[in-house]
């Protein structure tokens, strides 16, 4: 398993603690996928990188890729909608837990693996 940034063509940003993740995770490998997996709590994301993922995600608003149920949330109070986009995303870069999971990213396109069936629509 890879943990760095990310760089291959099918990507999984991973949570091994998480139900979803490995099911997703164990698809992708039934189907053969040669896939970077990074360990996005270890290695999260930039703001750069959370940028580009809700741009393949197809999300106009960070919060379509927040935990809303996480304690960080509430705690932050990202709810607040005078938070700019800017903002929320820096506090997903800030804190990785607060982030959606697993996201399969392949060939420029990426979806939310809940549930992990999801993953194989970009198949």
């Known amino acids: 398993m890879t943990t760095s940034a990310p760089s291959a063509s099918s990507v999984l940003y991973h949570n091994p603690r998480c139900s979803k993740s490995r099911g997703a995770l164990e698809l992708l490998q039934e189907k053969g996928i040669a896939l970077q997996v990074v360990a996005y709590l270890d ?5 750069a990188e959370i940028e580009a993922l809700l741009s393949q995600l197809g999300l106009a608003d960070p919060r379509g890729l927040m935990r809303t149920g996480e304690a960080e949330y509430a705690e932050l109070n990202l709810a607040d909608p005078s938070l700019s986009r800017q903002q ?11 982030i959606e999971r697993p996201i399969f990213v392949h060939n420029g396109c990426a979806v939310i693996g809940r549930p992990p069936e999801r993953v194989l629509e970009l198949l």
Request: net charge positive; charged share 5%.
């Open 88 to 98: 929320l995303i820096a506090a997903l870069a800030a804190h990785p837990r607060l």
């Open 43 to 47: 290695t999260p994301p930039s703001a």
